[in-house]
């Protein structure tokens, strides 16, 4: 009884520990990325978590249990700022819409948030353009009947609740960057 | 010194209550994890194979090397000659039906294991297609293999996996307002008008609360901040327990209405339930009814 319970309080403390541990690593990135967007005492924090390190060998540790234990993402959602951008890569065959596949509302909602997750990593040229290639293999596989798309990248930008009070508009711009064959 | 290791000696092994609701937890846990798969059963291929949507070449890219994901298994069928279509299905068809098995208390354990084992590697396989949700029930899975240990350590295992879960509520909760609170537009209200315009269209309720009573969307952004900041503290007073869990609900069912995180709502909801067990929904005819069901 003894040992089984000092074996529990050891996991819980691991778990806690690296659960912590995972999320003050996950904010520490952000004085590379999002440092100005931070507010004074943000960047305070992240100035104060410069001197927050973990050993090499615990983190790989805690990154393989908390891979198993679903914490490895941290709970930064939405933070510090949500985004005012969107970005998405849209479709067409002869201006005729070609939606991503998803026959459930979830499956919809998951597909689609590959635009949400992928984010940032979508201003990247190279990254995009594999991810454009990606699912345009899919589409043209689901659709046997399309042999060439247009792909656009259309891009919405939100205004704050104060521009908004001033009349700016939601400011939506699309471009086309490829035509793509199916062979 | 002793008084302090038997006050912690209680707080993590004596907690019993609801104890005989125990299979209506895993019932819960397991009936959702069930639900969730089969909601995007009919998009498997287009979710988790390789040559999905986003194929395995950019998803092996956005993860580590050493991440146990989907290939390594069907990789492993296609060695014995199976294709990969047929081996995808096998893993899916395994995942599924261990969800059954557990639901029917049928090698419960051994299941429970399983299933967060596939679904780990469901969520390591669509890197780009995994939000908060698919996190959640992970976790949530991870307890319910806990929940599932049946040995005569019942009791200590139980009172370890509910005070683990209110824990590792209480770091979610905390570091999701720690980091909206770096930040500047949760206190503006902007944080929740570009959300709402993110994920559903801008429609003629949220124009007009944002051209006509902006500070509305300042009101709920600030409470989601404060609240999660001090959820920890909330919940583990017994005067602010019962406001807090409804507010947290509440705030839940609101994000499943107003931006359709349907998943990210529902799990959030058991899991906080299941942690801090409130009265008003626990007793309520439907769990007093099932209770000698489950037992």
């Given at each position: 009884m003894k040992t089984l319970k000092i074996f529990l309080i050891s996991v819980l403390l691991f778990h806690v520990f690296s659960s912590f541990i995972i999320n003050i690593q996950i904010i520490k990135t952000w004085k590379t990325s999002t440092y100005s967007s931070l507010n004074t005492y943000g960047k305070k924090i992240i100035d104060y978590l410069e001197y927050f390190n973990t050993p090499e060998f615990i983190q790989t540790s805690m990154r393989n249990y908390a891979y198993y234990t679903g914490i490895e993402r941290g709970y930064e959602y939405y933070s510090p700022n949500a985004s005012n951008k969107q970005t998405k890569i849209v479709f067409r065959n002869n201006n005729i819409s070609v939606d991503l596949p998803g026959k459930t509302f979830e499956s919809k909602f998951k597909i689609n948030s590959v635009f949400t997750i992928l984010g940032g990593q979508l201003e990247n040229e190279g990254f995009r353009n594999r991810v454009i290639q990606s699912m345009s293999v899919r589409l043209f596989t689901l659709n046997p009947n399309i042999n060439h798309m247009d792909v656009s990248i259309v891009k919405k930008e939100f205004p704050s609740l104060d521009e908004i009070q001033k009349g700016k508009p939601i400011r939506i711009e699309e471009s086309t960057v490829y035509n793509i064959n199916k062979n | 010194m002793d008084a302090v290791l038997n006050k912690i000696n209680i707080f993590f092994f004596g907690y019993h209550k609801n104890i005989e609701k125990k299979n209506i937890f895993i019932i819960a846990i397991s009936a959702f994890g069930l639900l969730n798969?089969?909601?995007?059963?009919?998009?498997?291929?287009?979710?988790?194979?390789?040559?999905?949507?986003?194929?395995?070449?950019?998803?092996?890219?956005?993860?580590?090397?050493?991440?146990?994901?989907?290939?390594?298994?069907?990789?492993?069928?296609?060695?014995?000659?199976?294709?990969?279509?047929?081996?995808?299905?096998?893993?899916?068809?395994?995942?599924?039906?261990?969800?059954?098995?557990?639901?029917?208390?049928?090698?419960?354990?051994?299941?429970?294991?399983?299933?967060?084992?596939?679904?780990?590697?469901?969520?390591?396989?669509?890197?780009?297609?995994?939000?908060?949700?698919?996190?959640?029930?992970?976790?949530?899975?991870?307890?319910?293999?806990?929940?599932?240990?049946?040995?005569?350590?019942?009791?200590?295992?139980?009172?370890?996996?509910?005070?683990?879960?209110?824990?590792q509520l209480c770091v979610i909760y905390f570091f999701s307002g720690v980091g909206k609170a770096m930040g500047n537009n949760w206190y503006t209200g902007d944080a929740i008008w570009y959300l709402v315009s993110t994920y559903t269209n801008v429609n003629i309720l949220t124009a007009f609360i944002a051209t006509t009573i902006p500070f509305l969307f300042q009101i709920i952004s600030l409470s989601v901040v404060i609240f999660e900041l001090f959820y920890p503290v909330l919940i583990y007073n017994k005067i602010t327990k019962n406001v807090a869990l409804l507010y947290i609900i509440i705030t839940h069912i609101i994000i499943i209405l107003v931006i359709n995180l349907y998943t990210f709502g529902v799990v959030m909801i058991i899991l906080n339930v299941i942690a801090f067990q409130p009265k008003l929904i626990l007793e309520l005819k439907y769990f007093k009814r099932n209770e000698y069901i489950a037992e």
């Open positions: - | 798969i089969l909601s995007i059963l009919p998009d498997i291929y287009n979710i988790y194979s390789k040559n999905g949507v986003i194929n395995y070449g950019i998803n092996d890219f956005l993860i580590r090397n050493d991440q146990f994901r989907l290939t390594f298994i069907t990789g492993a069928l296609e060695k014995i000659g199976l294709q990969y279509e047929y081996s995808l299905a096998i893993v899916i068809a395994i995942y599924i039906c261990s969800f059954l098995f557990i639901l029917m208390n049928y090698y419960r354990l051994v299941f429970a294991i399983i299933v967060l084992i596939i679904h780990n590697a469901l969520v390591a396989s669509s890197y780009s297609f995994s939000y908060g949700a698919d996190y959640m029930i992970s976790f949530s899975l991870f307890i319910n293999v806990f929940l599932c240990i049946d040995s005569k350590y019942n009791k200590i295992i139980y009172s370890f996996a509910i005070r683990l879960l209110q824990l």
